[in-house]
């Protein structure tokens, strides 16, 4: 339904006009040598960029449309800072959830665990959330 490329802007470009506000940064590639478009054409650093500061993030308004009661996909290229993190620490990538906050919902990102840091995901139905925690990673 959505798909959001963050090539300096929250706007959905799948067409369905499901587009974000954020409050981060941008990171633009620039050009050092060459032709512009050969070196940057599909370079990392066209992103949005979250500084791990309180606060940062982009926000979709609910719409029927973002339907997560039957199958989707979530594609996402993710880098995280893995300097010192104390265990536990838990940086969210994606979350949606119904009611607020309280209700079914879907959450993703990266936690620090004791050997590394690991995917996990949160998916919570019927008010009970089913834990899942991939590979470490360091």
Partial sequence: TAIYNFQANDMDEGGY???GTGT???REPQMTTGNWTTQNKFSPNYSAEFDGTTGKKITVT???KLDFSKQFDIIAWVTTDTGSAST?????FFSKY???GS?????IGTERLSG???VYAVVRTGGTDKHITGDLTD
Avoid at 88 to 92: F, L, V
Avoid at 103 to 107: H, K, Y
Wanted: net charge negative; charged share 25%.
């Fill in 116 to 118: 590394g840091w690991a």
């Fill in 88 to 92: 536990g620490t838990r940086k969210i």
């Fill in 98 to 100: 119904d009611n607020g």
């Fill in 24 to 26: 981060h940064a941008w």
């Fill in 17 to 19: 006009d499901l587009d």
């Fill in 103 to 107: 209700g079914n919902g879907i959450e």
């Fill in 62 to 64: 609910h719409n029927s």
